[in-house]
């Protein structure tokens, strides 16, 4: 599928965004330990960054409405650059938690900019492939920003230096486009409580995605240090999962398109939740065996989102987008906030495969939610199985 002209300098900007994202997302854990940070206060920065997107989820809608797609792009872009040059000044708990908020808030932006130009220009039918094709760039800049990981001295200003400068050369491409951006957002609300009754899969999908996803990011480093690893081999860990996510999310946004979204959920959270159970009865496993399995729960779990949000979108429609990005936003930021701190007392009290046997129960609680709802809602309308079925539209 060509993908549409609309969206090619987006991408290229998302690429530079989250390759420095990447990087400094598991730079900052990696930093804090090495200078001697708790295991408690590492996950309060985790949660910290959350807790700032959830915020930013909440302004989002009214910035983008007040100073269009680009100019809120770029508004984002450059609080980001000056709060990741600030952290190897400010080498305290304290300070991080905070650095690590309004980074959260300013990607909140970002992502609201970004998801609502991609649906926008997607169409039902072929949504899940458009989608997919975003991932599938989203996931090689985060994989390209882990492995910057390895050419710098974590304990010096380099890598966040190097992070700005990604940053920054997000802004080339959405500078020189010449396509149009859509259009303002209907509303400056985010109404939560109507997405979730319009997508109750996609709503509830996104806490939980954010639950597992937020505490996986913020302590995965963690696990890897405690079980041996060096800063070159947390780097390798931190890019399997990615690497999984970048294969398998365009075949899986492409069965998205043929099937129940749903369904595809029940198959992807199912096997993620087998891989995660596994390395906790493995405990430690060797690196080969690790990034193997790290491989595929990024090919199970790191789906889920796109997922949640394609079905959320198929229900509600291009023209309410950011509204829509910013409220699975939000929710995906309340699972976030609160479960990393959860992960880093068990890892604390149960050790370091705590942090996947919380994991597994959330994707557990993931497929039995999408089990419910197939029971009591058909599917959206977006499905054509073959072109002699009847597309029944969604009960409303």
């Known amino acids: 599928m060509p993908i549409p002209s609309a969206i090619v300098a987006l991408l290229v900007s998302v690429f530079f965004v989250i390759a420095g994202n990447g990087l400094v ?3 900052a854990p990696l ?3 090495l200078e001697g940070f708790s295991e408690i206060e590492i996950g309060l920065i985790g949660s910290s960054y959350f807790f700032g997107m959830l915020a930013g989820t909440l302004a989002a809608p009214a910035i983008v409405r007040r100073a269009g797609h680009i100019r809120a ?3 984002f872009i450059a609080a980001a650059v000056v709060v990741v040059l600030a952290y190897p000044i400010a080498l305290a708990p304290l300070a991080w938690i905070s650095l690590r908020g309004v980074i959260g808030f300013a990607f909140a932006g970002l992502y609201a900019v970004i998801e609502s130009w991609v649906n926008a220009k997607a169409e039902n039918e072929n949504r899940g492939r458009v989608y997919a094709v ?7 800049g985060s ?13 010096s200003f380099t890598l966040f230096s190097a992070t700005a400068g990604l940053f920054a050369l997000s802004l080339l491409p959405l500078s020189m486009t010449k396509a149009d951006p859509p259009g303002e957002p209907e509303s400056a609300r985010v109404r ?3 997405v979730a ?8 999908g996104a806490f939980l995605v954010g639950a597992a996803n937020g505490s996986f990011w913020s302590l995965a480093p963690v696990y890897a240090l405690q079980v041996g690893l060096d800063a070159r081999q947390v780097g390798g860990m931190m890019t399997a999962p990615i690497l999984g996510s970048a294969i398998a999310v365009y075949p899986i946004g492409r069965i998205s398109d043929h099937f129940d979204r749903r369904l595809v959920m029940i198959w ?3 096997a993620g939740a087998v891989f995660e159970a596994a390395l906790v009865l493995l405990a430690g496993p060797r690196y080969g065996l690790l990034l193997a399995v790290m491989f595929a729960i990024g090919a199970s779990t790191m789906t889920l989102y796109s997922l949640a949000a394609s079905h959320t979108n198929d229900r509600i429609g291009a023209a309410h987008g950011v509204e829509a990005a910013s409220a699975l936003l939000f929710l995906y930021c309340a699972g976030a906030i609160v479960f990393p701190t959860v992960a880093a007392w068990l890892i604390q009290h149960y050790g370091p495969s705590a942090l996947f046997a919380q994991n597994a129960c959330i994707h557990a609680a993931l497929v039995g939610l999408v089990v419910w709802r197939m029971m009591v809602r058909e599917k959206p309308a977006h499905e054509k199985f073959d072109k002699r079925a009847v597309v029944k539209k969604p009960t409303p």
Not at 134 to 140: D, I, R, S, T
Not at 144 to 149: E, F, R, S, V
Not at 197 to 204: K, L, N, Q, Y
Request: glycine letters at 12%; a positive charge; proline letters at 0%.
């Open 268 to 270: 992807c959270a199912t």
């Open 73 to 75: 792009f770029t508004a």
């Open 143 to 155: 994989a390209a920003g882990q492995q910057l990981l390895g050419v710098g001295d974590t304990m």
């Open 197 to 204: 009754r319009m997508a109750t899969v996609g709503a509830v």
């Open 31 to 33: 930093r804090a330990k």
């Open 25 to 27: 997302s598991t730079l």
């Open 192 to 194: 939560i409580g109507w």
């Open 134 to 140: 975003y991932q599938v760039v989203h996931f090689a």
